[in-house]
């Protein structure tokens, strides 16, 4: 079965945003500027009120857990960085008290920040914030009750951040969903999850694969990329023209194996209580204190897919690639091109059972030492 | 290579103490950090650079940095909070559950 396009699939992002985040990117073009940072992973806190399995921020001594970041730390890093976006992941933010003056410091510098929440405690806190373009709950949801309950290891819990949606929706502010889909995930049950959040009313949604931590280059590496292709196609082909994203459409064509993206581990710097970590929101190898040591002293060609790294080889998540479809937007007219097909006419998602798959260079080599590097806990 | 686990040592002069090192920052528990001068510290080590380890004291407020020549030995004296939490641990124990009650419903 040939390519088609999704049925046109919505891309649910402001204009103003769209456009803050498009000068943004071309003014470091004009600059010159390769490692810049798309979206700033601002973590205030670990501690959360969930213990979702393998959920590796939450792992650490008591006395870790207790500290946070104050709001004067969040605004200095949301400034050192300099990226348009912060994301407000965690730890559960609303647990925080100075989680409101913080998002009010983002937004008086005109960052469009995405508050990350299981939203269990979303309906009690709304009142401490005001509805702005700028501010949008993005709310963590793995899928329909059964599938994120299970996920979170509690029941309830999607109910509760059902309500939690409707109520932020009917005062006014932006909702969208994140979703990591992990191995085992129906398609079919995505589809009706996407079809639910739809009805919420949601403002777009956010899917992303789990990451996938293999040690050897072998014939794992490729059956683990090929399910993520395979899953993605069967959920994306046909899809409705009601589902609304709220990420790059080239980033889905990614997942479903269309076309393919090297990792740009330097776009969704993060920083949290240890500073800024090295060398992305997934592998952590030391903190550095500054947002520019960072970026000059981490050698970036031992990071990704090419550079053999062994943890990077199955690794499709969003912090490391959608900053790549972004820069392929506004890299070229192709790219540019290919967006604004993907987002009137729709991404092109093979058929699930295409064994069409992107053509990827061969990694330089398989680091064996690799493996003694902080493992991927996030 | 040993295990670097709760309760083991690390002494400045071992021969894997560099990987040591590296082990106490990828360990996801509290570490006593004994100095050539006999001073201590209790706390979480989370970086690692050419001339220092990188730590918050268990009872301080603040990041807090120790010289690398400065330290005699490192002993792992927390809890690894990491220590069967991930997630094809809780697969397995699911998937154990799951089995022990449908046994169960059979019988």
Same mark, same amino acid.
């Given at each position: 079965?040939?390519?088609?396009?999704?049925?046109?699939?919505?891309?649910?992002?402001?204009?103003?945003? &769209?456009?803050?985040?498009?000068?943004?990117?071309?003014? #470091?073009?004009?600059?010159?500027?390769?490692?810049?940072?798309?979206?700033?992973?601002?973590?205030?806190?670990?501690?959360?009120?969930?213990?979702?399995?393998?959920?590796?921020?939450?792992?650490?001594?008591?006395?870790?857990?207790?500290?946070?970041?104050?709001?004067?730390?969040?605004?200095?890093?949301?400034?050192?960085?300099?990226?348009?976006?912060?994301?407000?992941?965690?730890?559960?933010?609303?647990?925080?008290?100075?989680?409101?003056?913080?998002?009010?410091?983002?937004?008086?510098?005109?960052?469009?920040?995405?508050?990350?929440?299981? !939203?269990?405690?979303?309906?009690?806190?709304?009142?401490?914030?005001?509805?702005?373009?700028?501010?949008?709950?993005?709310?963590?949801?793995?899928?329909?009750?059964?599938?994120?309950?299970?996920?979170?290891?509690?029941?309830?819990?999607?109910?509760?951040?059902?309500?939690?949606?409707?109520?932020?929706?009917?005062?006014?502010?932006?909702?969208?969903?994140?979703?990591?889909?992990?191995?085992?995930?129906?398609?079919?049950?995505?589809?009706? @999850?996407?079809?639910? &959040?739809?009805?919420?009313?949601?403002?777009? &949604?956010?899917?992303?694969?789990?990451?996938?931590?293999?040690?050897?280059?072998?014939?794992?590496?490729?059956?683990?990329?090929?399910?993520?292709?395979?899953?993605?196609?069967?959920?994306?082909?046909?899809?409705?023209?009601?589902?609304?994203?709220?990420?790059?459409?080239? @980033?889905?064509?990614?997942?479903?194996?269309?076309?393919?993206?090297?990792?740009?581990?330097?776009?969704?710097?993060?920083?949290?209580?240890?500073?800024?970590?090295?060398?992305?929101?997934?592998?952590?190898?030391?903190y550095v204190s500054s947002f520019k040591e960072l970026i000059e002293t981490t050698n970036w060609d031992d990071y990704g897919r090419m550079s053999g790294r062994a943890e990077c080889q199955d690794c499709m998540v969003h912090c490391g690639h959608e900053p790549t479809a972004v820069d392929h937007t506004f890299g070229s007219m192709k790219g540019f091109w290919a967006t604004v097909r993907a987002t009137f006419v729709g991404p092109k998602i093979q058929s699930p059972d295409s064994s069409v798959f992107p053509y990827m260079s061969r990694p330089k080599s398989i680091s064996a030492d690799s493996t003694d590097t902080?493992?991927?806990?996030? | 290579?040993?295990?670097?686990?709760?309760?083991?040592?690390?002494?400045?002069?071992?021969?894997?103490?560099?990987?040591?090192?590296?082990?106490?920052?990828?360990?996801?528990?509290?570490?006593?950090?004994?100095?050539?001068?006999?001073?201590?510290?209790?706390?979480?080590?989370?970086?690692?650079?050419?001339?220092?380890?990188?730590?918050?004291?268990?009872?301080?407020?603040?990041?807090?940095?120790?010289?690398?020549?400065?330290?005699?030995?490192?002993?792992?004296?927390?809890?690894?909070?990491?220590?069967?939490?991930?997630?094809?641990?809780?697969?397995?124990?699911?998937? !154990?559950?799951?089995?022990?009650? #449908?046994?169960?419903?059979?019988?």
């Amino acid at each position: 079965m040939p390519t088609r396009p999704a049925k046109a699939l919505n891309v649910a992002v402001p204009i103003s945003q &769209m456009w803050a985040v498009a000068s943004y990117v071309l003014k #470091q073009k004009i600059q010159g500027n390769k490692h810049y940072p798309l979206v700033l992973m601002l973590e205030p806190l670990f501690r959360c009120n969930l213990a979702c399995a393998g959920c590796g921020k939450i792992q650490y001594p008591e006395h870790i857990l207790k500290r946070t970041l104050s709001a004067e730390e969040c605004w200095a890093a949301a400034d050192e960085c300099g990226a348009p976006i912060v994301s407000i992941p965690g730890g559960e933010p609303l647990l925080l008290p100075q989680i409101a003056q913080i998002v009010e410091g983002l937004v008086a510098r005109k960052k469009y920040v995405y508050l990350c929440t299981n !939203a269990i405690l979303l309906k009690s806190k709304l009142d401490l914030f005001k509805p702005t373009k700028y501010l949008t709950f993005s709310v963590h949801m793995d899928g329909l009750k059964e599938e994120h309950d299970e996920a979170v290891c509690r029941d309830g819990v999607y109910e509760k951040a059902e309500e939690g949606i409707r109520e932020a929706l009917k005062r006014g502010f932006r909702v969208t969903t994140n979703t990591t889909l992990f191995d085992g995930a129906k398609p079919e049950r995505v589809r009706m @999850f996407f079809d639910e &959040m739809m009805k919420l009313g949601v403002e777009g &949604m956010m899917v992303s694969p789990g990451y996938s931590y293999s040690k050897a280059w072998d014939q794992n590496h490729f059956l683990k990329r090929q399910k993520t292709f395979k899953l993605f196609r069967e959920v994306f082909h046909n899809a409705k023209r009601s589902w609304r994203f709220n990420q790059s459409p080239l @980033f889905i064509e990614y997942l479903s194996g269309t076309r393919h993206f090297e990792c740009t581990p330097w776009g969704n710097p993060t920083y949290n209580i240890f500073g800024w970590q090295k060398p992305c929101y997934l592998l952590q190898e030391g903190y550095v204190s500054s947002f520019k040591e960072l970026i000059e002293t981490t050698n970036w060609d031992d990071y990704g897919r090419m550079s053999g790294r062994a943890e990077c080889q199955d690794c499709m998540v969003h912090c490391g690639h959608e900053p790549t479809a972004v820069d392929h937007t506004f890299g070229s007219m192709k790219g540019f091109w290919a967006t604004v097909r993907a987002t009137f006419v729709g991404p092109k998602i093979q058929s699930p059972d295409s064994s069409v798959f992107p053509y990827m260079s061969r990694p330089k080599s398989i680091s064996a030492d690799s493996t003694d590097t902080k493992a991927a806990r996030g | 290579m040993r295990d670097f686990i709760q309760g083991v040592e690390i002494n400045s002069n071992d021969s894997d103490y560099e990987s040591g090192l590296r082990a106490v920052v990828d360990y996801r528990g509290d570490v006593t950090i004994e100095l050539v001068d006999g001073q201590t510290f209790e706390g979480y080590v989370f970086s690692l650079d050419k001339n220092f380890i990188h730590y918050f004291s268990k009872s301080g407020s603040r990041r807090d940095t120790i010289e690398r020549d400065r330290i005699l030995r490192i002993r792992i004296t927390g809890n690894d909070t990491a220590a069967g939490q991930s997630w094809d641990d809780w697969v397995k124990r699911r998937d !154990a559950e799951r089995a022990k009650s #449908q046994k169960k419903s059979q019988v």
